[in-house]
C-alpha cells in the first residue's frame, strides 16, 4: 500500500511538473504573439476627439493629429527644411511668381483604388478656397486649372511668401474628388487619402483604427495596424501608458511630466511650440476701445502666476506675437512687466480712477484656473471682473460675433513663418470670425501685414516683422501670455519619435 502511494505521488508531481512546463511554453507562446503583435501595432492615446477627419472642413489641431497620417501634400520638406516634392513630382515657377505649375506623380492611388488626377488637386483646392475653417490658407489663391491629367496649374493673386509652405501643411492635403462626393456630408467620417495609412473604422467616444497602405507609393509603413484611443482625461493617459496599455500618449499634462521622465520603461520629449496663450480683448468694447485702458491690463497681469495656475509653470513667457525661435522674432520688443501702479495710473488717465466692472469669458478646465489669477490681478486695480464659463463650441461663436470684454484661448501660428497668422489675426478685412477676434482695426498696419505676405526680400520683411511687433506691443489688441510646450511621451521600445513645434506626428516614420 505504502508502495502504490509512492508511485502515485510521483505520478502526480510528474503531472504538476508536465503541467507547469506546458504553461510555461504556452505564456512564453503567447508572449512571443504579443510581440510579434506589438511590432506590427501601434496605440496611440489623445485626449481630443476629432470632430472630422476631412482636412477641408475643421481647424482642429487635435484633428490634424490624426488625419495627417491618411494624406499626402503636393510638397513636403525635407530633413534639411528644403521643400520637395511629394504628389507633385516636380514644378515650375512663372517670373512673376504668380503661377505655379505642379506635375503630378503618375501611379498613385487613393485608399478607393482610384488614380490620383489633376481633377483632384482642382477639387480639393477650390472646395478649400470656399470652407469657413481653412479658406485663409487660401487667401492667395485665384484660380486653379486642370491643365491635362497630372498637371495643374495654381494661380494667385499676388506673390506670396509663404505659399510652398503652406502647400505642405495638412490642410491643404489632396481629397478624393469621387469619395467626397460619394460620402456627401458622411465623408469626415470616411476619409479617402493617398497616405500611408488607410481608414478602417470609428467607434465614438472610443477610438479610431487605420491599416496600412501596402500600396504606399513611398513604400508600405512598417506598423501595420495603428489605433488612435480616446482618453480625453490626461491623467488617465499617463497611467494606461505607465501600465503598456497603450504605446504613445500626445500632449501628457504637466503634473504627468516628471513621472514619465522618471519612468524607465517610457521615453519622454517636449520642444517649445509656436502657439501660444493669450488675452483676447474686444478692441471694440466701449471700455476696451481705449488704448491706455488695454495697457493698464497689460501692466496689470501676472503672466507668470497665470502659466503656474493654468499649467503648473511649463511654458515660455511670450515676449510678442512670434517666438524666438521664428523668423521675424525681434528682442526689440518686450512684453509688460507686471507693475500695479502703472496700470492704475493708466486706468486714471482713462478716466476710471475707481475702476469698472467687466466679465472674463471662458470655456471650463485650466483656462478657468487662469482666469481666477487674472481677476485677482485686476482686483487689485479696482475693476470687478466677473468669471463667466460657456461651452467650448458657444465660446467660439462669441468671440466671433464680439459678444464678449475679455476672453481666454490658444493661437496657432500654423508656419514656420508669422505672416500668415499675423494678417489673419490683426488685418481689418478679418474681423470676427474671420480670425481677428480682437476687432482690431489699424489701416496702416494693414499695409504693412499684407506687404509681409508678398514681400520676396527677407531682409525687408525681417523689418517689416518688427515694426508690425511694435504697433501691437503699443495698441495692445491682445496680451500674449506663454508659449505652449509640445510634449509627447511614448514605450522606451518605440523608434522615429520625437515632440515637434507644429504636432503632426507621422506614425509612417514610428517602428519598433
Same mark, same amino acid.
Given at each position: 500500500?505504502?508502495?502504490?502511494?509512492?508511485?502515485?505521488?510521483?505520478?502526480?508531481?510528474?503531472?504538476?511538473?508536465?503541467?507547469? $512546463?506546458?504553461?510555461?511554453?504556452?505564456?512564453?507562446?503567447?508572449?512571443?504573439?504579443?510581440?510579434?503583435?506589438?511590432?506590427?501595432?501601434?496605440?496611440?492615446?489623445?485626449?481630443?476627439?476629432?470632430?472630422?477627419?476631412?482636412?477641408?472642413?475643421?481647424?482642429? =489641431?487635435? &484633428?490634424?493629429?490624426?488625419?495627417?497620417? %491618411?494624406?499626402?501634400?503636393?510638397?513636403?520638406?525635407?530633413?534639411?527644411?528644403?521643400?520637395?516634392?511629394?504628389?507633385?513630382?516636380?514644378?515650375?515657377?512663372?517670373?512673376?511668381?504668380?503661377?505655379?505649375?505642379?506635375?503630378?506623380?503618375?501611379?498613385?492611388?487613393?485608399?478607393?483604388?482610384?488614380? %490620383?488626377?489633376?481633377?483632384?488637386?482642382?477639387?480639393?483646392?477650390?472646395?478649400?478656397?470656399?470652407?469657413?475653417?481653412?479658406?485663409?490658407?487660401?487667401?492667395?489663391?485665384?484660380?486653379?486649372?486642370?491643365?491635362?491629367?497630372?498637371?495643374?496649374?495654381?494661380?494667385?493673386?499676388?506673390?506670396? &511668401?509663404?505659399?510652398?509652405?503652406?502647400?505642405?501643411?495638412?490642410?491643404?492635403?489632396?481629397?478624393?474628388?469621387?469619395?467626397?462626393?460619394?460620402?456627401?456630408?458622411?465623408?469626415?467620417?470616411?476619409?479617402?487619402?493617398?497616405?500611408?495609412?488607410?481608414?478602417?473604422?470609428?467607434?465614438?467616444?472610443?477610438?479610431?483604427?487605420?491599416?496600412?497602405?501596402?500600396?504606399?507609393?513611398?513604400? &508600405?509603413?512598417?506598423?501595420?495596424?495603428?489605433?488612435?484611443?480616446?482618453?480625453?482625461?490626461?491623467?488617465?493617459?499617463?497611467? $494606461?501608458?505607465?501600465?503598456?496599455?497603450?504605446?504613445?500618449?500626445?500632449?501628457?499634462?504637466?503634473?504627468?511630466?516628471?513621472?514619465?521622465?522618471?519612468?524607465?520603461? %517610457?521615453?519622454?520629449?517636449?520642444?517649445?511650440?509656436?502657439?501660444?496663450? =493669450?488675452?483676447?480683448?474686444?478692441?471694440?468694447?466701449?471700455?476696451?476701445?481705449?488704448?491706455?485702458?488695454?495697457?493698464?491690463?497689460?501692466? &496689470?497681469?501676472?503672466?507668470?502666476?497665470?502659466?503656474?495656475?493654468?499649467?503648473?509653470?511649463?511654458? $515660455?513667457?511670450?515676449?510678442?506675437?512670434?517666438?524666438?525661435?521664428?523668423?521675424?522674432?525681434?528682442?526689440?520688443?518686450?512684453?509688460?512687466?507686471?507693475?500695479?501702479?502703472?496700470?492704475?495710473?493708466?486706468?486714471?488717465?482713462?478716466?476710471?480712477?475707481?475702476?469698472?466692472?467687466?466679465?472674463?469669458?471662458?470655456?471650463?478646465?485650466?483656462?478657468?484656473?487662469?482666469?481666477?489669477?487674472?481677476?485677482?490681478?485686476?482686483?487689485?486695480?479696482?475693476?470687478?471682473?466677473?468669471?463667466?464659463?460657456?461651452?467650448?463650441?458657444?465660446?467660439?461663436?462669441?468671440?466671433?460675433?464680439?459678444?464678449?470684454?475679455?476672453?481666454?484661448?490658444?493661437?496657432?501660428?500654423?508656419?514656420?513663418?508669422?505672416? %500668415?497668422?499675423?494678417?489673419?489675426?490683426?488685418?481689418?478685412?478679418?474681423?470676427?470670425?474671420?480670425?481677428?477676434?480682437?476687432?482690431?482695426?489699424?489701416?496702416?498696419?494693414?499695409?504693412?501685414?499684407?506687404?509681409?505676405? $508678398?514681400?520676396?526680400?527677407?531682409?525687408?520683411?525681417?523689418?517689416?516683422?518688427?515694426?508690425?511687433?511694435?504697433?501691437? =506691443?503699443?495698441?495692445?489688441?491682445?496680451?500674449?501670455?506663454?508659449?505652449?510646450?509640445?510634449?509627447?511621451?511614448?514605450?522606451?521600445?518605440?523608434?522615429?519619435?520625437?515632440?515637434?513645434?507644429?504636432? =503632426?506626428?507621422?506614425?509612417?516614420?514610428?517602428?519598433?
Amino acid at each position: 500500500m505504502r508502495r502504490k502511494s509512492l508511485v502515485l505521488c510521483m505520478l502526480l508531481v510528474l503531472v504538476l511538473v508536465c503541467a507547469t $512546463v506546458l504553461a510555461g511554453c504556452g505564456e512564453k507562446a503567447a508572449d512571443e504573439k504579443s510581440n510579434e503583435n506589438a511590432e506590427n501595432s501601434i496605440i496611440i492615446g489623445i485626449s481630443v476627439e476629432a470632430p472630422t477627419l476631412d482636412p477641408q472642413m475643421t481647424s482642429s =489641431h487635435q &484633428a490634424r493629429q490624426i488625419y495627417c497620417n %491618411l494624406y499626402d501634400n503636393l510638397v513636403e520638406k525635407n530633413e534639411s527644411g528644403e521643400f520637395v516634392g511629394s504628389l507633385a513630382d516636380n514644378w515650375t515657377v512663372s517670373d512673376d511668381k504668380l503661377e505655379y505649375i505642379f506635375n503630378l506623380r503618375e501611379g498613385v492611388k487613393f485608399h478607393n483604388g482610384e488614380e %490620383l488626377k489633376a481633377s483632384d488637386v482642382k477639387f480639393t483646392f477650390d472646395r478649400g478656397m470656399e470652407s469657413p475653417h481653412v479658406a485663409f490658407f487660401y487667401g492667395s489663391f485665384s484660380s486653379v486649372e486642370v491643365m491635362d491629367e497630372y498637371t495643374v496649374k495654381i494661380t494667385l493673386n499676388s506673390p506670396a &511668401a509663404t505659399f510652398l509652405e503652406i502647400m505642405t501643411l495638412p490642410q491643404t492635403s489632396i481629397v478624393s474628388e469621387k469619395a467626397v462626393t460619394g460620402f456627401g456630408d458622411d465623408y469626415g467620417r470616411n476619409p479617402v487619402g493617398t497616405g500611408p495609412y488607410k481608414f478602417e473604422k470609428w467607434n465614438s467616444g472610443e477610438n479610431i483604427i487605420f491599416s496600412a497602405n501596402e500600396d504606399y507609393f513611398k513604400g &508600405a509603413p512598417s506598423i501595420k495596424s495603428c489605433e488612435f484611443r480616446i482618453i480625453t482625461d490626461k491623467n488617465t493617459g499617463y497611467i $494606461v501608458l505607465e501600465k503598456g496599455e497603450i504605446d504613445v500618449y500626445y500632449d501628457l499634462s504637466s503634473v504627468d511630466r516628471q513621472r514619465t521622465i522618471d519612468n524607465v520603461n %517610457l521615453t519622454y520629449d517636449e520642444i517649445g511650440s509656436i502657439a501660444y496663450e =493669450h488675452i483676447i480683448i474686444n478692441n471694440e468694447n466701449e471700455k476696451f476701445s481705449d488704448v491706455k485702458v488695454r495697457q493698464a491690463l497689460a501692466y &496689470a497681469v501676472d503672466r507668470e502666476s497665470i502659466l503656474i495656475a493654468g499649467n503648473n509653470g511649463v511654458g $515660455v513667457l511670450a515676449d510678442s506675437q512670434i517666438p524666438s525661435t521664428m523668423f521675424g522674432y525681434s528682442d526689440k520688443v518686450k512684453s509688460y512687466e507686471y507693475n500695479a501702479e502703472k496700470a492704475k495710473a493708466l486706468l486714471e488717465e482713462a478716466g476710471y480712477k475707481d475702476g469698472f466692472k467687466c466679465v472674463i469669458k471662458v470655456n471650463s478646465g485650466y483656462r478657468e484656473k487662469e482666469a481666477q489669477v487674472i481677476q485677482a490681478n485686476l482686483a487689485d486695480i479696482g475693476i470687478k471682473a466677473d468669471i463667466a464659463v460657456v461651452e467650448w463650441g458657444t465660446l467660439l461663436t462669441e468671440l466671433g460675433n464680439g459678444n464678449f470684454e475679455i476672453s481666454l484661448v490658444g493661437k496657432n501660428l500654423h508656419l514656420d513663418d508669422p505672416a %500668415l497668422t499675423l494678417n489673419n489675426s490683426f488685418n481689418t478685412r478679418f474681423v470676427g470670425a474671420g480670425g481677428n477676434f480682437y476687432r482690431y482695426s489699424n489701416k496702416e498696419l494693414d499695409k504693412k501685414l499684407e506687404q509681409s505676405l $508678398v514681400e520676396q526680400d527677407q531682409t525687408v520683411r525681417e523689418q517689416l516683422f518688427e515694426e508690425i511687433l511694435t504697433v501691437l =506691443h503699443d495698441e495692445v489688441p491682445n496680451i500674449p501670455i506663454s508659449w505652449n510646450i509640445n510634449n509627447i511621451g511614448y514605450n522606451k521600445n518605440l523608434k522615429g519619435v520625437e515632440a515637434l513645434p507644429i504636432s =503632426h506626428y507621422k506614425v509612417y516614420n514610428f517602428s519598433w
